[in-house]
């Protein structure tokens, strides 16, 4: 098949591309970008001056098939990722049962193939079980292409346990992504500690429980050589000490999700709604502050949603029984956009990054750029739309988002795969 999309604007700091111009594709790949390109037949689409850029992806997401189909599946979670703009998404291992071994893998990427909008990238756990205990079969998770290993949900305790798991990945050329809470501190915390835990008369979470076991992962990283990569970071302590290992020459990554950077703990109010409540938990205004400061300065290296669905009736209890989490797939470009690019906090060409670039580089999947060779995943984007979040827009299964109701300007529209299109004009293409 072969496509011709004139009139886009294309934007791609791999190869210093941004300019209005044609992307010629014929068999999935691109063959040429520049100007007055033609094709004896296929399809033309006049984009009309919107945004190009390499295509999205999203590095933490919990699409919940196998085991929790009632809250998210690949089919709906693909879906609401391609509603997104997203080609792509790295789904996390705690399902049930957990994907701590090959057959996991190949059964999401098996339905990921039958059902899926995007393309879908699975981690693989650290541990059987998540349990923390004993080591997955990381090598055969490996060779049946598991890009990444973490035991996200609940993160691995034991400072020996972790070491095990990065000596096993390191040679495995696989990165440890970490979820870092330190459970004996955390306890049975809900909302970050301090004025937020006193208002509401909650259990807090303190930031420290995050600070610590960074620091462990960060010394056990220097110890082993393996890439480490910090999941959902939250606090400005936190990132201080990954601009620390980043100046030092560690192989340290990490990421920040829209809730942290564009909520904080003031967000729950006297209703106490469940919406807010997510893993780790919003924080202060001024760790948010740190954090979009982190995002301009090139500290945070991604922006991920660490996507949670839940069904309503989980969600819908009082605020301690709730599960943690909050939808963000279908949100997080306009929420970017909104709140960086418009303003002129970052630029265009620094979203691509967060938002494209960098999430391929520390999973070490192959590059995808605005250039003749590259693989034709492309998302448009029409910067000016101006909408409302809106659940009974969702194609999610779950509605359970802290931005219901907001204003937000700029959505993708188009988004191909290959060279094809899984969503079309806003809609998806079956």
């Known amino acids: 098949m072969a496509l011709l999309l004139k009139n886009c604007h294309a934007i791609d700091p791999q190869v210093g591309l941004d300019e209005t111009c044609e992307i010629l594709v014929r068999d999935g790949r691109i063959v040429e970008v520049g100007h007055g390109l033609s094709m004896p037949k296929g399809v033309e689409r006049d984009l009309g001056g919107k945004v190009v850029v390499p295509g999205l992806v999203d590095m933490h997401v919990h699409l919940r098939e196998p085991g929790f189909e009632q809250k998210e599946d690949i089919a709906s979670g693909t879906r609401a990722a391609a509603r997104g703009g997203f080609t792509a998404v790295c789904c996390m291992p705690n399902t049930k049962p957990v994907i701590d071994n090959a057959v996991g893998v190949e059964y999401v990427q098996a339905r990921a193939e039958a059902v899926g909008k995007c393309r879908v990238h699975v981690a693989g756990a650290c541990s059987q079980g998540l349990k923390g205990e004993t080591l997955s079969e990381m090598g055969d ?19 020996g346990m972790m070491r095990r798991v990065m000596d096993y990945a390191a040679p495995l050329g696989r990165v440890v992504m970490s979820h870092c809470q330190d459970e004996d501190l955390v306890g049975e915390g809900q909302v970050n500690e301090g004025v937020a835990s006193t208002r509401l008369g909650m259990l807090g979470w303190p930031a420290a429980g995050e600070e610590i076991q960074i620091a462990r992962d960060i010394a056990l990283c220097r110890l082993t050589g393996c890439p480490l990569h910090v999941q959902h970071l939250t606090t400005a302590r936190a990132l201080g000490l990954v601009r620390a290992a980043k100046a030092e020459g560690l192989p340290v990554t990490c990421e920040v999700t829209p809730h942290h950077l564009f909520l904080t703990e003031d967000a729950i109010g006297d209703d106490y709604d469940t919406s807010f409540k997510v893993n780790p938990p919003l924080r202060t205004a001024e760790d948010a502050e740190a954090l979009v400061e982190g995002v301009k300065d090139g500290t945070v290296d991604a922006i991920a949603t660490d996507h949670a669905p839940h069904a309503d009736f989980e969600k819908d209890r009082e605020f301690e029984l709730a599960p943690f989490g909050m939808v963000g ?58 909408w409302t979040v809106d659940a009974a827009q969702f194609a999610s299964k779950a509605k359970n988002s802290g931005f219901l109701g907001a204003g937000l300007v700029g959505r993708a529209t188009d988004v191909y795969v290959g060279g094809y299109a899984t969503l079309e004009d806003g809609a998806i293409v079956e």
Do not use: C, K, N, Y
């Not at 998770?141 to 400072?159: E, I, K, L, S």
């Not at 750029?369 to 998302?379: F, I, N, Q, R, Y």
């Open 141 to 159: 998770m490996a060779a049946h292409g598991a890009v990444a290993f973490t035991d996200d949900g609940r993160g691995v305790q034991g400072a």
């Open 329 to 386: 797939l279908e949100t997080a470009l306009g929420l970017v956009i909104t709140h960086l690019v418009a303003p002129g906090i970052i630029t265009w060409a620094r979203a691509v990054e967060l938002l494209a670039v960098a999430p391929r580089r520390i999973l070490r999947l192959p590059r995808v750029a605005l250039e003749a060779g590259s693989v034709a995943d492309l998302t448009v984007i029409d910067p000016d739309a101006a």
